[in-house]
């Protein structure tokens, strides 16, 4: 059987050197595997069989001497697999290699090289075929892909499960301190004392109820943040200082008046009045709990270039640089685990409007949370 010499390839026609070419050449033709043969130290191609033509995307006369590792990436444990090959002459060793085809898909393969022989038995340079393992490969990186996101969703809700105890547990105390003076106040009312207020005790029950309201409201916010979800807001136009008096005014009435409004007269925009209230509820009362025991809380509410901002104010013991960063984190956890967990929803209602929640503190000017929102939040809102 005659076979085309190298001058019809492009390639220089065949001298003494090339016997084990022509030996191995007919097997190397008919194999499917793409197969290289090589017979020089510097593992230059001298003949490329069909198969490994067409997974290169090109004729084997563009393929006959180049380097066969300058033929694929990352091939350094290739070329080392071919001088161990060609200098001690070990068979059926294996290498994984990619290749970067014309085409532009991905092929990952497995290089097995093996002395090429002549006649006389005599090493004269390596055969190199190329099995495809692209589909395996990818079917390692798919799995490998789906453990990580199995490991990311059982991550995931783990945190949920810890941040639906945390938040049970946190507001418990909260909502059985409300409740125990709503009962208390209708108590007394049952109990018809002449010396009480009626109109004074609906009052107080009603307030107690609607903080337990509140409460319970921003558990289901804050699980909601938790999930990734935006908080939904309700928005129509508001002042912002009438919000936040009725804020104070409220807070007053638990805290013995420690609590003081200051600023403009109308701070007038486009907001979400409810949540707004709790947002700003929750700022106050973390500085109630967590500032100097007896000292002022200042509300303060002003028209910036920006837009609005409402500044809560306590002194006492400042807040840690690293924990600062901690609270200002979109989904915040602290060791203040119950501040963390309200300065959570204050974060979510302001990335909800469009704005943001800033901290400055330190030991001289003790510590301020700033609520900071564009006068018209209808831009920010998600469509539907």
């Known amino acids: 059987m005659m076979y085309p010499s190298r001058s019809s390839e492009g390639a220089q026609a065949p001298d003494a050197s090339d016997d084990p070419i022509r030996l191995h050449r007919p097997s190397v033709e008919r194999s499917p595997l793409p197969t290289l043969l090589t017979v020089t130290e510097e593992h230059t191609i001298r003949h490329a069989n069909p198969a490994f033509c067409a997974l290169a995307g090109r004729p084997s006369g563009a393929l006959v001497g180049a380097r066969v590792p300058d033929l694929f990436r990352r091939a350094e444990a ?27 898909r991905a092929f990952h393969g497995t290089a097995i090289v093996a002395p090429l022989l002549d006649e006389r038995a005599c090493q004269r340079g390596l055969i190199v075929q190329i099995l495809d393992t692209t589909e395996q490969v990818a079917a390692r990186a798919r799995e490998a892909q789906a453990a990580r996101e199995l490991s990311e969703a059982g991550e995931r809700v783990r945190q949920l499960e810890l941040v639906r105890e945390q938040c049970l547990s ?3 105390h909260d909502l059985r301190s409300s409740m125990a003076a709503a009962m208390y106040s209708a108590e007394i ?7 009480c207020d009626p109109q004074a005790l609906a009052g107080r029950i009603v307030r107690c109820l609607g903080r337990m309201n509140e409460m319970i409201c921003t558990l289901t916010d804050v699980q909601r943040l938790h999930a990734g ?5 309700l928005l129509g136009a508001c002042d912002l200082v009438a919000i936040a008096r009725d804020v104070t005014d409220e807070l007053a009435f638990f805290h013995d008046q ?10 007038e925009g486009i907001w979400g009045a409810e949540e707004l ?10 500085a109630l709990r967590y500032g100097e025991t007896g000292a002022p809380v200042v509300v ?22 690293e924990e600062q960063a901690r609270l200002l984190a979109p989904r915040a956890r602290s060791a203040a685990d119950r501040q963390g967990l309200g300065l959570t929803f204050v974060h979510g209602c302001a990335e909800a409007h469009g704005g943001r929640m800033t901290l400055e503190s330190s030991a001289e000017r003790g510590t301020t949370f700033t609520l900071e929102l564009p006068l018209d939040a209808r831009p920010y809102q998600q469509p539907g």
């Open 78 to 104: 290739l070329e080392a697999l071919l001088e161990r090959v060609y200098r001690d002459g070990v068979t059926d060793v294996a290498a994984d290699v990619a290749l970067a085809c014309r085409e532009g």
């Open 300 to 321: 303060a509410v002003e028209r910036t270039s920006e837009g609005a901002a409402v500044a809560v104010h306590n002194q006492g013991p400042p807040i840690p640089a």
């Open 277 to 286: 209230r709790r947002a700003i509820g929750s700022l106050a009362s973390n």
């Open 258 to 267: 420690r609590i003081d409004l200051r600023g403009e007269a109308r701070v």
């Open 189 to 195: 009312v049952m109990m018809s004392r002449a010396a």
């Open 229 to 233: 979800e935006r908080l939904p807001l």
């Open 170 to 172: 946190l507001i418990t």
